[in-house]
């Protein structure tokens, strides 16, 4: 879905909102805190993985919001609802395309190498776009057969969250 300013977002998000980054306990991740939040200064593509309850889906909102409020172009994707993979040709012109829980597309059937490669290379093509990727799986460990996508995919930078004091032990 592509998201305006002015649109209304069509997820099942508590309270219709995204979470912004003002509302996210950074501790134990400043780095990947900071880097999302200043990003894309100089970076077209980033990866955030991470254990459940560490807060990827809260950052990828964040990103998302802050680009909204910026008039920007948004493309979020969850990996949990399964696109078609047919959906990731043919873009059409964003700003910022965040798919978050990538792994999940990739666990549940091959075609979808493709179609990440597909995407990877239109948003490495479009002009102005970035691309926000997170997974609870790291890039390297990612059941990937198709050589140039797995590639690709370990030349974006990386930061790995850890679980917040407050949600280890939970699953």
Known sequence: MILNKNDQLRLNLEKNALKRFDDFDATGNKLSFETLRTWPENIKMIHLQGPVHSGKTHLAEAVAERALNQQKQV???S???LPAPHFFYDLPRIDYLILDDMDQLLLFSPQYEEALFALYNQVFDMKGAHLLL???????DLPIKLKDLKSRLQGIPSFRLQQHPSQVGKS
Do not use: E, I
């Open 75 to 77: 493309l979020l994707l």
């Open 79 to 81: 990996g949990k609802l």
């Open 134 to 140: 997170t997974s609870a799986t790291p890039l390297q």
